[in-house]
């Protein structure tokens, strides 16, 4: 088994232009370790700025889901697309969001039988729907959203956080990319 990180070339935290250097910086000093997904899209500053970007203002904007939510949507996502890094290091912020250190693990493996009150099953429901099969997500899923709850923003952000996800459990397929040894165990352990 290889040691790579990835199967195209990874820049250093040091490496990167100042400006990503520092948002990187910040999200590494937080952490404790710099997550792989930033060091393989660093070759390509613009794309990596783009990435932080929309994640960003995906993840972190005010109002619509809860944080907890956000990356209950990601692990469902990248479970359905069978991305192990993303089911890796989203299950560890959402272990750690949710308070939950069995919550990622039954999602990610089946999203279908995990336990859920109606909101987490409808948001879930949404997201996968979507990230399955997309030709055919119609107003049968919105409908359902709606009637258990969701707002048409909610709604929104559960769409928008699967398709960002779509992507980005594409680029880790193709760059093979490797999951960081520190997120295995983020949120299963007291602090």
């Known amino acids: 088994m290889s040691d790579a990180v ?24 937080k952490s404790g370790f710099v997550p792989n997904i930033f060091r393989a899209l ?50 560890a912020i959402l272990r750690i969001r949710a308070k939950d250190p069995e919550l990622a693990d039954r999602v990610s493996s089946n999203p279908w039988q995990v336990e859920l009150d109606e909101r987490g099953r409808a948001i879930i429901d949404l997201a996968l729907a979507l990230a399955q099969d997309s030709a055919l997500f119609g ?18 952000d559960v769409g928008a956080i699967t398709a960002l996800f779509a992507m980005s459990n594409r680029l880790a397929h193709l760059t093979a990319l490797r999951p960081n040894p520190e997120f295995f165990l983020l949120g299963r352990l007291p602090r």
């Open 6 to 29: 990835s199967r195209f070339p990874v820049t250093e935290l040091e490496d990167l232009p100042d400006d990503l250097r520092e948002r990187v910086g910040a999200i590494a000093e």
């Open 42 to 91: 660093g070759h390509r500053p613009a794309e990596l700025r783009a990435f932080l970007d929309y994640h960003d203002a995906l993840m972190d904007r005010p109002g619509g889901l809860t944080k907890a939510e956000r990356e209950l949507v990601v692990v469902a996502t990248s479970g359905a697309n069978h991305c192990t890094y993303c089911v890796v290091a989203h299950g």
């Open 139 to 156: 107003e049968g899923d919105l409908e359902a959203a709606r009637n258990a709850g969701l707002t048409d923003d909610e709604i929104w």
